[in-house]
Each structure stands twice: as structure tokens, then as C-alpha cells.
């Protein structure tokens, strides 16, 4: 089956520092990847939304220049954490979908950020 | 909005019981999904459901779907242990951005 990896798994980082999450699609092309949020014991936020080659459709309430979005090819999307802070300590996953409102969506693997 | 409710949010049964867990949402969608989430785990995707009156099984979890109603249920058939997890229901709110529910904790004690 489809396989969405996220790198790294965990996380931890300084207040301040910025840090960088990739999201990739292993096996399939991915053109259009989602990013999540999940705090603990919490239900999952969609962050933001990004297709390969554009510009990141960003949900109400997500600071488009804290969170990051690069997805430069088909199989690759990126999210940096600009001056992250305790507050952005998270789980972040991403899903990957290979375009058209029926094909199947692949979750990653997520990423625990601790911010120090 | 697309607003989507679950409950109960939590739920600890015996292992042999059966109940369901229900998926309220607010506004009309094309499809929905049910996940499974394992304490520090990602999702694990159970079922999508597409169409009214849809009705999926695998194992000792069914869910279905009354689009009329805005409601989708997962049944949890003679339970076990391995069954305990968190489950999400969501719901495409277009494009295939989802709107999850809060979460229903399931704990089976043997």
C-alpha cells in the first residue's frame, strides 16, 4: 500500500530555533500534501494546505510565516517551524493525496515537536 | 462551519460487549472517514464511507452512514482488548480537507 514518511519522528528543540519536518510519499506522487496538528489528548487541526509547485493555502488562525510550506516536487513537502516556542510543542502529520477528491488519503507517520 | 461531534468521548467496556460510538456533523459532505489512533501513534485509516445508507465491516468494527441524518456509527462487535485505541470520525469539508471529531478514548478491560 501507499507509505507517506515523515522524518524525524521526534523532535527537540530550543526556543527560538527553527525546525524543519519533511513529509514524503514514497511510492505514489503526491500533488497535493496536508499538514496537521495535534496537541495532547486533543483532537487533530488541519494546519495547512499545499500543492506541488504553488503556494500553501493556510487555514484561519495559522501564521503563514511561522509555519512554513515548501512542497517543491511531487513526492516532497516540507514544514518549518520558524522561532518555534514551548507553545508549538505538537504532533504534526502530514497526508499526501494523489489529486481529485476520490483518491485515497495517506496519513504519515506524524512528528512529536517538544520545544524547550 | 463543518462542525462534527463525536461521543461519547470516552468509553470503557468489557472485553465480549458491544457498543457504538456515533459521528454527528453538521453541514452536508461527500464523504466521511472513521481512524484508529494508537497512544503516540499516527492514524490508522479504518474505513471511508461515501454514499447514504453505506455500510462497511472489517472484523468486529461496522460502520455506516445516514447522510440524511448527518450521522455515521462504528460498532464494536464482542469487543477485545486489542480493540483499545482512540477512534476518529471526520468528515471532508471539500477537497479532501478534513474536519475531525474530538475523539472517543476506548478502553477494553479483559
Known amino acids: 500500500g501507499a507509505v507517506v514518511s515523515q522524518h524525524p519522528s521526534r523532535v527537540i528543540c530550543k526556543s527560538g530555533t527553527s525546525v524543519k519536518i519533511e513529509c514524503r510519499s514514497l511510492d505514489f506522487q503526491a500533488t497535493t500534501m496536508f499538514w496537521y496538528r495535534q496537541f495532547p489528548k486533543q483532537s487533530l487541526m488541519l494546519m495547512a494546505t499545499?500543492?506541488?509547485?504553488?503556494?500553501?493555502?493556510?487555514e484561519q488562525g495559522v501564521e503563514k510565516d511561522k509555519f512554513l510550506i515548501n512542497h517543491a516536487s511531487l513526492t516532497l513537502s516540507t514544514l518549518t517551524v520558524t522561532s518555534a516556542h514551548p507553545e508549538d510543542s505538537s504532533f504534526y502529520i502530514c497526508s499526501a493525496s494523489t489529486g481529485g477528491n476520490n483518491s485515497p488519503l495517506h496519513f504519515g507517520n506524524g512528528t512529536r515537536l517538544t520545544v524547550t | 462551519e463543518l462542525k462534527v461531534e463525536q461521543n461519547p468521548l470516552f468509553l470503557s467496556m468489557q472485553e465480549g460487549k458491544n457498543y457504538t460510538i456515533y459521528c454527528n456533523y453538521s453541514t452536508t459532505s461527500d464523504r466521511l472517514y472513521w481512524y484508529r489512533q494508537d497512544p503516540g501513534k499516527s492514524l490508522e485509516s479504518l474505513f471511508v464511507l461515501l454514499s447514504n445508507g453505506a455500510v462497511k465491516q472489517e472484523g468486529r468494527l461496522m460502520a455506516s452512514l445516514d447522510t440524511k441524518a448527518r450521522l455515521s456509527t462504528l460498532h464494536i462487535t464482542a469487543a477485545v482488548h486489542d480493540l483499545s485505541a482512540t477512534y476518529f470520525c471526520a468528515v471532508d469539508r471539500g477537497a479532501q480537507k478534513l474536519v475531525f471529531g474530538q475523539g472517543t478514548r476506548l478502553t477494553i478491560n479483559p
Open positions: 499545499s500543492n506541488e509547485g504553488s503556494k500553501a493555502t493556510y
